[in-house]
């Protein structure tokens, strides 16, 4: 009967200490966890900080996994490869989608971190194309001072890490170029030169980057300088010269990528001014979203938007960079007084918007255009002077 006794207290025992065990483990653990993240506040800087306010074109991306995330499961992503200049990152964005790494929850988790990158101006180096490069690692930056003892056991091709005191690095190696990447505070930091490496967290020249748009609205946002986006731009096309010849950048151009499953959202503020006349008005509009985009079929293939201004602010703007155009639209006024009795004035511009568009619907060789119209009593009196004429006809299209 004793025996019996001492079994069930200690039968009784177990569950009392297994409690104990529980609640003393829950609360090491939390301790643990807030120490961790409480370290790995503790000297944190933003990634934005270090890079050089000289920056000739600069990216941030606020979330990485998100951004990959958006990208690859655009609808219309496999249109890109038909276009020559952006066909060679499509291989890319596919092997972020197919990636079985970036499924892994630790590792999205850790890639949340936001990346600022930008490309340096010549004047930082010798050679142009110098690349640098700052990734949050957020939640898991404690991690960075224990990397070089957990990649002795990764072997990455080309990977090297050289042990230097304070300049202690890993390098990755190429036939063109060594990457530089080191921890710094709670940053892995990357760069392709030497000089920005070792001056890392001392940017004498930095500046805010973003003062009309804010990047944490945006998928990824960019901010390209003067300089980088004429000498980008100059040697397309004649036409495109021309243009940068007759406008200035009052400052840098800012600029907001938002990707979803149906769309791909570009939104760009660039302060331009211009001495003619005629082309300062259109620049000095403040842009919006078209109302004629509500209006485009669903079933389109494609669609062209304009709102700049109206056919004749257009026209008179076209002259600037097409003199030869003025000739053409004379000839054609004339043409339209001897057959219509009515000039091109009263033709387009007299009930016209400032909203164009053309787009395509499966079945028809060519564009269907659209022109937004400002008064409606104008241009029914317009048509009907035009159809009863021995010329037009409603079926004319």
């Known amino acids: 009967m004793e025996n019996e006794n001492e079994s069930e207290k200690t039968a009784a025992k177990k569950p009392k200490r297994l409690k104990k065990f529980i609640i003393i483990f829950t609360c090491v653990l939390v301790v643990l966890s807030l120490a ?17 306010g000289s920056a000739d074109f600069r990216i941030s991306i606020s979330n990485p996994m998100r951004f990959i995330d958006n990208l690859s499961s655009h609808e219309s992503l496999h249109e890109f490869s038909h276009v020559p200049a952006l066909a060679f990152l499509t291989p890319l964005v596919n092997s972020f989608h197919d990636a079985a790494a970036l499924k892994n929850p630790l590792v999205r988790l850790a890639a949340m971190g936001k990346i600022e990158a930008a490309l340096l101006p010549s004047e930082i180096e010798d050679e142009s194309g110098k690349l640098i490069a700052a990734w949050d690692m957020g939640f898991f930056s404690p991690l960075l001072r224990i990397l070089p003892v957990v990649t002795v056991f990764v072997n990455i091709p080309n990977l090297y890490y050289v042990q230097s005191g304070s300049s202690s690095r890993y390098e990755i190696r190429t036939e063109d170029m060594t990457f530089f990447i080191a921890p710094y505070r709670n940053l892995l930091f990357i760069t392709n030169c030497p000089k920005v490496f070792e001056s890392r967290g001392i940017m004498q020249d930095h500046a805010q980057a973003f003062e009309k748009i804010k990047p944490s609205v945006y998928d990824a946002a960019l901010v390209l300088s003067n300089n980088f986006i004429i000498n980008l731009l100059s040697d397309q096309a004649p036409s495109i010269s021309e243009i940068l010849k007759n406008v200035e950048f009052e400052s840098k151009v800012e600029a907001g990528i938002s990707v979803s499953a149906k769309k791909f959202e570009f939104h760009l503020t660039a302060p331009l001014t211009s ?55 004379k000839t054609a006024d004339n043409t ?22 053309a787009f395509g619907i499966e079945g028809r060789p060519h564009p269907i255009y659209a022109i937004q119209i400002n008064d409606e009593r104008k241009r029914q009196e317009v048509f009907d002077k035009a159809f009863r004429s021995i010329v037009l006809n409603e079926n004319v299209g």
Do not use: C, H
């Not at 003619?276 to 985009?293: E, F, G, H, K, Y």
């Not at 669609?303 to 026209?315: D, H, K, R």
């Not at 007084?337 to 400032?354: E, I, K, P």
């Open 336 to 357: 339209s007084r001897f057959l219509l009795g009515l000039t091109l004035n009263d033709l387009l511009f007299s009930w016209s918007g400032n909203e164009f568009a």
């Open 36 to 52: 961790w993240v409480i370290f790995s506040m503790v000297g944190r800087i933003d990634a934005a900080s270090v890079i050089p």
């Open 275 to 329: 001495r003619q006349d005629s082309l300062s008005r259109i620049l000095a509009q403040r842009s919006r979203t078209p109302n004629m985009a509500e209006l485009i079929p669903a079933d389109a293939q494609y669609a062209t938007i304009m709102s700049a201004g109206t056919l004749n602010e257009l026209y008179q703007t076209t002259l600037i960079f097409a003199p030869d155009m003025d000739e053409t639209l």
